[in-house]
């Protein structure tokens, strides 16, 4: 696991497909269930499960943008014939 201030951690994260960054924060709440970690074990988990988060939320509401184009572009290519 990441220790909090190491760098590149959110650059990791950044890089992450919607799949893999779900499925690690599956692991990070997993992790969090299970307990027995020191309380900044958990701070950094949890952030680290905020990062993920948001990072999946990015990659949904970009896919929701995508298919809201093409939907209007498919609806204009339709008003058009």
Same mark, same amino acid.
């Given at each position: 696991? =990441?220790?909090? *201030?190491?760098? *590149? @951690? +959110?650059?990791?994260?950044? $890089?992450?497909?919607?799949? +893999? /960054? %779900? $499925? +690690?924060?599956?692991?990070?709440? !997993?992790? #969090?269930?299970? *307990? *027995? /970690? =020191?309380?900044?074990?958990?701070?950094? #988990?949890?952030?680290?499960?905020? /990062?993920? /988060? =948001?990072?999946?939320? &990015?990659?949904? &509401? !970009? @896919? %929701? @943008?995508?298919? $809201?184009?093409?939907?209007?572009?498919? +609806?204009? =290519?339709? @008003?058009?014939?």
């Amino acid at each position: 696991m =990441t220790e909090p *201030g190491e760098g *590149g @951690a +959110a650059a990791d994260i950044d $890089d992450l497909s919607y799949e +893999a /960054a %779900r $499925d +690690a924060l599956v692991a990070v709440v !997993d992790e #969090l269930e299970r *307990g *027995g /970690a =020191t309380l900044e074990q958990s701070l950094a #988990l949890w952030e680290r499960g905020e /990062a993920l /988060a =948001t990072r999946c939320e &990015t990659w949904l &509401t !970009d @896919a %929701r @943008a995508r298919l $809201d184009h093409a939907s209007g572009e498919r +609806a204009a =290519t339709r @008003a058009e014939s």
